[in-house]
């Protein structure tokens, strides 16, 4: 078998969606499988789309997923180059065999001739605009002659009328277009630069991609690539076209009211590689059994086209996305947990306000908190009470003691308990026992109790196991924030 070229084709008008992600991940699982490779192409054709810096912050997020390319941009090939911008000969070269061939035209149509073109079209009530074809049969004297007064043209695909254009798509399966709803595309533009319809077929094909895997939005675009494929008489590629992503519970597409839409606000989030890419892999895919954690090198292997949904689109649902990552978080190397706070808030710029201490202390922290913990974006509010005296409203101190009075009671139960507790007793287990004891003789209700003791040690009212925070702060801590409740 002919071994297996895949491809991501982005187009740098703007930061990637976490879409683009997903689609990346499959071409590059896809190619991982077969042994084969996975190439990134930059289709920056639309010189008036683009953005400055785009290039380098798509390929950057790609990197930062994991899913490295084999050819493409910073990393060459035999292919190259691998940016259309620098592939403008080969294009001109081929719509010109186009035109050889009788399957483009010139278009020496003005864009006011178009526009008012548009205009009659649209008056007419007719659904959709399309090129009337007015320069379809230029005499080739007159083309001549527009050409040597250096008159502005495009060149046109040239699509025959009353007929029908199809292919078989891995996921949708036969699929056929008429082809009097196909517009006489643009193939290549008056500034020399092609249009995409024209780029993506001569590359895929001079870059031997043997699968095209992309969204299904791009499906109304692919007769005219069928037909530019039979015009050069070459193969077409397999298609695999994939389900776009929509809001959860809503028909809309991802969008910024309901939380990130581009890949690196994930990240900036505190959502870890391996989560987000485990998420994704079920965006439109789904092995058939129970299992859903996959790391990456399992999608790879398990991966197969034919278990990709044939559906419009596939939700992307946010809490379920919180649910894998809390599950990496919580499962994964205490100390690999720990590194991946700390490269996060490097690359972010995020203060985690946790002071000079040992690495120890962090990592027991860490251990602590990360049950609760679902993004790494979380940290600072999960655990500033271990780096510093927290503010403690009064409010919260005796809600649950229903009156100051009895609040400051408890507290004042507890650190008369305390203070006589030796280091080596400053246990979790020695706590607790001492604790119960205490509220049992006192009469005091569990809940009432522990939380005033949370609070006044914490500031929080939502912490880890109270007893597990304090053999961790320490007794001379401990007593001191209980002296400051004290005098609340
Ligand atoms: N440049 C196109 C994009 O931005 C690529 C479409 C394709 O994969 O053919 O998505």
């Known amino acids: 078998m002919q071994s297996i070229r895949t491809r991501m084709a982005p187009s740098p008008t703007g930061d990637y969606h976490i879409g683009h992600i997903r689609t990346v991940l499959y071409n590059y699982a896809l190619s991982k499988k077969h042994g084969g490779k996975f190439i990134i192409r930059i289709e920056d054709t639309d010189q008036v789309r683009l953005v400055e810096g785009a290039v380098d912050r798509i390929l950057d997020v790609i990197g930062e997923y994991g899913l490295n390319w084999d050819e493409g941009p910073k990393k060459g090939g035999d292919f190259g180059p691998y940016t259309q911008s620098e592939r403008l000969d080969i294009y001109k070269d081929h719509a010109q065999k186009l035109i050889d061939g009788g399957n483009a035209y010139y278009c020496f149509c003005s864009k006011e001739d178009l526009d008012q073109m548009r205009k009659e079209q649209q008056a007419q009530g007719l659904p959709k605009t399309m090129y009337d074809g007015r320069c379809k049969n230029l005499p080739a004297e007159k083309i001549a002659q527009f050409l040597s007064e250096g008159k502005s043209y495009t060149v046109r695909l040239k699509v025959p009328s009353g007929e029908t254009i199809e292919f078989d798509d891995e996921v949708y399966g036969h699929l056929s277009f008429s082809s009097d709803e196909i517009d006489d595309t643009v193939l290549l533009k008056s500034d020399g630069y092609p249009t995409y319809h024209l780029a993506v077929v001569v590359d895929d094909h001079m870059m031997g991609i043997t699968h095209v895997m992309r969204g299904n939005d791009w499906i109304p675009s692919t007769p005219k690539h069928i037909l530019l494929y039979k015009a050069f008489n070459w193969q077409p590629p397999i298609y695999v076209h994939l389900p776009n992503l929509k809001e959860q519970g809503a028909d809309r597409k991802l969008s910024k009211r309901f939380g990130s839409v581009f890949a690196t606000d994930f990240l900036r989030e505190g959502y870890l590689v391996e989560a987000l890419l485990n998420f994704l892999m079920f965006l439109g895919w789904n ?157 005091y209700k569990t809940k009432e109790f522990f939380m005033t003791l949370r609070v006044a040690i914490t500031g929080e009212t939502a912490t880890p196991p109270i007893l597990e925070v304090m053999e961790l702060l320490g007794k001379e801590l401990v007593l001191e924030r209980l002296a400051s409740a004290s005098k609340l």
Request: glycine share 4%; proline share 3%.
């Open 287 to 443: 092995p058939g059994g129970e299992k859903e954690i996959y790391s990456l090198e399992e999608f790879v292997n398990d991966f197969e086209i034919s278990r990709i949904h044939k559906t419009d689109l596939v939700a992307f649902d946010r809490e379920k996305l919180l649910w894998v990552n809390g599950y990496y978080i919580r499962s994964m190397p205490l100390a690999k947990l720990c590194k991946s706070v700390k490269d996060w808030a490097e690359k972010f710029e995020i203060d985690l306000k946790c002071g000079e201490y040992e690495l120890d202390y962090h990592l027991k922290v860490l251990d602590l908190v990360r049950e609760r913990m679902k993004k790494l974006s979380e940290y600072v509010g999960l655990t500033h009470y271990f780096y510093h005296k927290p503010e403690v409203s009064p409010e919260l101190l005796y809600k649950y003691a229903k009156s100051e009075e009895r609040g400051q009671e408890i507290i004042g139960s507890i650190l008369a308990l305390l203070e006589n507790v030796t280091q080596e007793k400053w246990k979790t287990a020695d706590l607790e026992k001492m604790c119960h004891e205490n509220l049992e003789k006192n009469d």
